[in-house]
């Protein structure tokens, strides 16, 4: 049974893919140069490799939001609130904790602190989400 205090499952990435990025940028139609040209991240001053698109990064904390919970289904809010930059070839850890979990409206559900870290580094997400553990019949 869950409990406060209860860690997530960790959930890694890496490294991030600098094409992968450039693809994504194509099917967001996000022409924001700073997902693909390192010569634009470098004009800016914003380091030396492209830059990771949030909603990627949000999507990792997701991933594992779904994995522990059995399903993207389960998932049933997410507040994220940026605090760094995931750069091309960083390794990342998706990771959380139980809040709380507590009985709404016919279900049991937990609420997490969740963040997702470049390992060795910064917290680059940090936030909460509620998940729905079970149902109550």
Known sequence: MTEAGEQLPEHRIGPVSAEKMKTMSALMRDA???HF??????ALGL???????????????????SRWAGGADRVRGVRLRYLGTVFAGDHLCARGTVREVADEEGCRVATCDV???????????SGTATV??????
């Open 32 to 34: 924001n140069p700073i």
């Open 115 to 125: 963040q997702l870290d470049v390992l060795g580094g910064r917290t680059v997400l």
């Open 47 to 65: 380091g030396e490799r492209v830059i990771n698109q949030g909603p990627l990064n949000q999507a990792y904390v997701l991933d594992m939001l």
């Open 132 to 137: 729905l553990l079970e149902e109550n019949r």
């Open 37 to 42: 040209d390192e010569s634009a991240v470098r």
